[in-house]
């Protein structure tokens, strides 16, 4: 059947490719057919990982709290006994012998039998216990997919598959990128949920927000994605696959012109130098950063570096990876955020996930609560510090309290340091993100006390206009034109501006064209965006003369009314 799917463009391109699902559990699972001789060992796997979760369980007797034993205990035997089911623990292994299929799929499908069991009770409390199951499982999933190099592989590898998810952890989307899916479509995320940050540094066509796509899809359908519009056409007729085949080879010839600017300073009609910088997640975007010319890194995400791990990076482990992203960067500035971990960007091992993680224990404040976590870090750039040109940049600071605290963290790191006669810069620039309301409306301190600011737009707008950025139910009200956020960024690059400090925008909106020549109006000079957008954003400042924007940035930002915002932008970009 010919139909089509609308939800959310936050990667362009055309893909055209075959479906490839993603289970619909918390814990994404693929399925894949395995050869005969390989059905043994994927057994053995499903039996490994049973046991591993038996003693995983087992141990968590020794960490139950005093105050609750009891309750703790009687959860611990019945996670143990669902554990030990029929269901769990012998009916996939005669799935997997008989159908061939991974062990992840063999479960997910045992445990959906089992669940719809447990929703067939008419007493509450046994039906309540379908998320018991769930929880087992997972767990069991975890095992098995959570090592590194168990990420199970997509069946055939024509590099034309296009992901179809429920979701996609941010977590899970890195470690699926050797795969290079075509495209990725999930039913959940907004436009700047790092899932859709992540989809877009592949340079890979994403649409989110889809709702149903994973249940509306069959495996290997026939898919048109246009991550322009934010649609997919599913198994398409002749006539459109041809239309769309020429469209993607006219997008293939743009992206090729585009890169003929990598080499071109970009600079402004009227002479004025704008450095556009890339962000990235890992030392190993860095030949992405090289080909697409960017003039320095605006923010390296460290945390990805703590992700899908049950171990965190010690201190050697992460001074490696960033002394290898500031010597490859060749003496260009370097900036490495400290960890923004929490909120969609959870550890494996996380004691706890708060119930409104965007509002819990995020960013600085987790670093904070976590001193020796944040000591290795510091300890880790610092030492990179002598070895290219490093900036340390704080994410969610919110206020004088925690920007003294830090800043006193980084002097304790340093001083330690020098007793052991460990070679750092010493003046290395301290920075801090703009991404909380309260920041920006008290920017004073910023200014005042550190070297450099950052305007995380993505935080910004979610903090401002009250919008969780990873649900797409909310994902219409995202607005980066709405006269608050308009008022916020005026505010914060004018007073930076004006303190002599310098100040870039790293949020999804620096990368987006329609909004550079008024974030140029408004007085930006230094961007940090997603690679895929380097290049496009230059040829943007290339068409740019600054003094024509005076009049028109004033005009929006006097402007309340959304429609008049967006015809007077328009105007702004068309000149
Ligand atoms: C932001 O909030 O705009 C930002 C750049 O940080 P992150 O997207 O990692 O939260
Ligand atoms: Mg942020």
Request: proline share 5%; hydrophobic share 45%; net charge negative.
């Amino acid at each position: 059947m010919n139909f089509t799917l609308h939800g959310i463009a936050v990667s362009s391109g055309i893909a055209i490719g075959h479906a490839h699902l993603l289970s619909h559990t918390a814990l994404e699972v693929v399925h894949y057919v395995l050869p005969k001789q390989f059905i043994a060992a994927e057994v053995a796997r499903f039996d490994a990982a049973l046991e591993s979760t038996r003693q995983e369980l087992a141990a968590l007797r020794g960490s139950r709290p005093q105050q609750a034993a009891a309750e703790f205990d009687a959860f611990l035997d019945l996670h143990l006994m669902i554990l030990d089911d029929e269901h769990i623990s012998r009916a996939p292994r005669a799935m997997i012998e008989r159908e061939h299929c991974n062990a992840e799929w063999a479960l997910k499908v045992q445990m959906d039998d089992l669940v719809a069991h447990f929703e067939a009770f008419e007493d509450a409390y046994l039906r309540e216990r379908k998320t018991d199951v769930v929880q087992v499982v997972e767990r069991v999933l975890k095992t098995l997919t959570g090592q590194p190099g168990h990420v199970p592989p997509p069946p055939q590898h024509d590099g034309n598959m296009i992901l179809v998810a429920h979701d996609v952890s941010p977590a899970d989307l890195i470690q699926l990128k050797p795969h290079q899916f075509s495209a990725i479509l999930t039913d959940l995320g907004g436009a700047t949920s790092h899932t859709a940050i992540i989809a877009r540094g592949l340079n890979t066509p994403c649409v989110v927000g889809l709702h149903h796509a994973r249940e509306l899809l069959r495996e290997n359908d026939l898919l048109i994605v246009d991550g322009e519009l934010g649609v997919i056409i599913v198994n398409p007729d002749k006539q459109i696959l041809t239309e769309y085949r020429l469209r993607q080879d006219q997008f293939g010839l743009e992206r090729k012109k585009l890169r003929r600017l990598k080499a071109t300073q970009a600079t402004t009609l009227d002479g004025t130098t704008i450095e556009l910088h890339a962000n990235i997640e890992l030392p190993h975007d860095l030949p992405e950063v090289k080909e697409n010319g960017a003039t320095g890194i605006g923010l390296f995400r460290s945390e990805f570096l703590f992700l899908n791990r049950d171990e965190l990076p010690d201190e050697e482990e992460q001074f490696e990876a960033y002394r290898a992203v500031a010597e490859g960067m060749e003496g260009l500035p370097v900036t490495i955020r400290t960890f923004d971990l929490g909120a969609d960007k959870q550890l494996n091992n996380a004691k706890r996930v708060a119930s409104n993680p965007a509002l819990g224990l995020r960013a600085i404040r987790l670093c904070l609560a976590e001193p020796q976590l944040f000591r290795t870090q510091l300890r880790a750039l610092l030492r990179a510090s002598h070895y290219g040109n490093v900036k340390i940049l704080v994410p969610m600071l919110s206020g004088v309290a925690e920007i003294s605290q830090t800043l006193q963290f980084i002097n304790s790191v340093k001083q330690k340091l020098d007793a052991e006669g460990i070679p750092y810069n010493r003046s290395v620039p301290i920075g801090g993100m703009v991404e909380i309301p309260a920041a920006a409306l008290a920017l004073n301190a910023f200014t005042k006390k550190l070297d450099f600011l950052s305007i995380g737009t993505n935080d910004l707008i979610q903090y401002t206009l009250a919008i969780d950025r990873t649900d797409e139910e909310v994902a219409s009200l995202y607005d980066p034109l709405h006269p608050a956020v308009l008022y916020l960024l005026a505010h914060v690059i004018g007073s930076a501006n004006k303190a002599g400090i310098p100040v870039s925008v790293c949020g999804e909106m620096a990368g987006e064209l329609v909004y550079t020549r008024l974030l140029l109006g408004l007085g930006l000079r230094q961007f940090s965006m997603n690679t895929a957008q380097l290049l496009a954003a230059k040829q943007r400042v290339l068409t740019t003369s600054l003094p024509e924007l005076a009049t028109l940035t004033q005009k929006i930002l006097r402007a309340d009314d959304p429609l008049k915002i967006h015809e007077l932008l328009a105007k702004l970009n068309a000149a």
